[in-house]
């Protein structure tokens, strides 16, 4: 089956994605409720999956979500790396809305640790929510991708670091390139199914996660220099950070939801199996 088949490039892009159902786990945070905006207002239906302890800020965003012109949100609390609790988020969308179309995979954590301080449970542990929960969420999507024969978009998150490497975050630099190899592989294996994987290589963005990691990055950095002004530290990291990027800029939640979007559409149709930077450059 061609995937350029039935594009339609005079499609209004503000309502792309009227019919469509938008799985997004993660979705209680800054990527995934940034995508998800961006996919109501161009009229996605919307299943949110994250934690049970992110039930207030997905009710909460589900109300956001229905003005902004989604003409259906639902959630479902779940762990990604609890197969039963996969199973049970993909099946709520197949019972509430009939099935999914796209499926973003946003759910990740970032502990900050250099490789001779990460122990083995912090290890075990990056990779089971971002590697595993990647996997499973993949694989039970695409199981109902296929079983309905309409084909699907499969967006995984990856990072500029599962692209360059970065030691400060060991666990989640490994954890990240083998999100990009499992698209990779996935986008080979899916195709004949008309379902493509494409991944997001975000380098740092504005936001919850990136304040976290700059903070416990400046801990670290201010316990091996002993300047016990974490201000200043942290001030140092932004900057060596951003000396990092030709656009010399961070990079907005928008950056990525736009970009996610497009490899949603039919405007991209011809293309899977890729890791596209969204880094101002910096792998470049």
């Given amino acids: 089956m061609s995937l350029g088949k039935d594009v339609n490039f005079e499609e209004p892009l503000q309502r792309r994605f009227k019919g469509k159902t938008v799985l997004i786990t993660g979705a209680a945070g800054g990527v995934g409720s940034e995508t998800a905006r961006a996919f109501s207002k161009e009229g996605a239906r919307l299943v949110l999956c994250d934690l049970p302890s992110t039930e207030p800020k997905l009710k909460q965003?589900?109300?956001?979500?229905?003005?902004?012109?989604?003409?259906?949100?639902?959630?479902?609390c779940g762990d990604v790396t609890s197969v039963e609790d996969v199973k049970k988020s993909v099946q709520h969308g197949v019972d509430k809305l009939g099935g999914i179309d796209i499926l973003l995979n946003s759910a990740g954590i970032a502990p900050v640790a250099p490789l001779q301080l990460t122990d083995e449970a912090m290890f075990k542990t990056v990779q089971d929510v971002n590697v595993y929960g990647t996997f499973l969420m993949m694989k039970y999507t695409?199981?109902?991708?296929?079983?309905s024969e309409k084909g699907?978009?499969?967006i995984n998150m990856?990072?500029?670091?599962?692209?360059?490497g970065g030691d400060p975050l060991f666990a989640y630099t490994a954890s990240k390139f083998a999100v990009s190899g499992m698209t990779r592989a996935a986008a080979k294996s899916l195709a004949k199914h008309n379902i493509r994987v494409c991944a997001i290589a975000p380098h740092m963005l504005e936001g919850d996660l990136a304040d976290k990691v700059n903070d416990d990055l400046a801990e670290l950095m201010s316990l091996g220099s002993g300047n016990q002004n974490k201000e200043e530290v942290k001030a140092a990291v932004l900057a060596g950070g951003l000396q990092e990027v030709p656009l010399g800029h961070f990079?907005?939640?928008?950056?990525?939801?736009?970009?996610?979007?497009?490899?949603c559409s039919k405007e991209s149709s011809y293309i899977t199996g890729v890791v596209l930077p969204v880094d101002g450059g910096a792998t470049a």
Wanted: aromatic letters at 6%.
């Fill in 61 to 76: 965003l589900v109300t956001v979500l229905l003005s902004l012109g989604s003409p259906t949100v639902i959630y479902v």
């Fill in 142 to 147: 695409s199981n109902q991708m296929i079983k």
């Fill in 152 to 154: 699907g978009v499969i």
């Fill in 158 to 164: 990856s990072s500029f670091l599962g692209m360059k």
């Fill in 251 to 263: 990079g907005q939640m928008r950056d990525v939801a736009g970009v996610v979007l497009f490899l």
